[in-house]
């Protein structure tokens, strides 16, 4: 079946825009996670949803930084007012139930910031 | 809090080599274990994973085991191919219901003919 996926798969925008970043998890998959890989900090967890409620958001890394999840599948990452380093691939993944440990992860999108 | 450490890389092994990269891991209780996999160009793929203790994982060749009494989870493999050339993470995630995954920093494995 297919896995996760991510849009737009590249982005890049310039310091102070909005920018809106998608997952689409793995049809069933109640659980989905938003991570950021980058060069400095690795890879991080920024939020967790379980269906459309979050309870788990301590990976914010500031209020710039929104996460919603709709009908219990996709999620939109929103970063307002961009900054350079916000530049980095955000990860989206889902896994089953709360209770699975294996999260399977979408391809990214690699978004830069000029 | 939980944290993962992991081999500094990069590795660079001949083809046929023996590969060992080390992660040693702190967390309360009994997290689940894993190495995720990201070779270039692409996304994260789960490799192997183990949910207790002296469980061992395996895939591709490829194994570990999880030792709580070095707090430790190995990923050995004994004869790399150039196509294992990527990046390898440790990761674990907490007792519990679920939870976010802790990485290490990741280990760039190299692997020449």
């Known amino acids: 079946g297919a896995g996760v996926s991510q849009s737009p798969s590249n982005k890049v925008t310039e310091k102070g825009k909005d920018v809106e970043l998608r997952c689409d998890p793995i049809?069933?998959?109640?659980?989905l996670y938003w991570y950021r890989q980058s060069l400095g900090q690795g890879l991080e967890f920024l939020i967790y949803?379980?269906?459309?409620?979050?309870?788990?958001k301590s990976g914010l890394p500031s209020d710039r930084f929104s996460a919603e999840r709709t009908g219990g599948s996709v999620s939109t990452l929103t970063i307002q007012r961009t900054q350079q380093e916000d530049s980095a691939v955000y990860l989206c993944?889902?896994?089953?139930?709360?209770?699975?440990?294996?999260?399977?992860f979408g391809p990214g999108t690699r978004l830069l910031v000029l | 809090g939980d944290s993962v450490t992991q081999m500094e890389g990069p590795v660079t092994l001949s083809e046929e080599a023996f590969l060992t990269i080390n992660c040693t891991y702190t967390?309360?209780?009994?997290?689940?274990l894993f190495w995720y996999v990201q070779y270039p160009g692409e996304g994260l793929q789960l490799l192997l994973k183990a949910t207790k203790a002296d469980d061992k994982g395996s895939n591709k060749g490829f194994e570990a085991t999880y030792r709580k009494e070095t707090t430790s989870f190995h990923l050995e493999k004994g004869s790399v191919q150039v196509s294992d050339s990527a990046v390898y993470f440790c990761?674990?995630?907490?007792?519990?219901?679920?939870?976010?995954?802790?990485f290490g920093t990741g280990t760039r494995l190299q692997v020449t003919l």
């Open positions: 993944a889902s896994s089953l139930d709360p209770t699975s440990r294996t999260q399977y």
């Open positions: 049809s069933g998959h109640t659980a």
């Open positions: 949803f379980q269906g459309n409620s979050a309870p788990d």
């Open positions: 990761a674990l995630s907490p007792t519990g219901t679920a939870s976010k995954l802790t």
């Open positions: 967390a309360t209780g009994y997290p689940s």
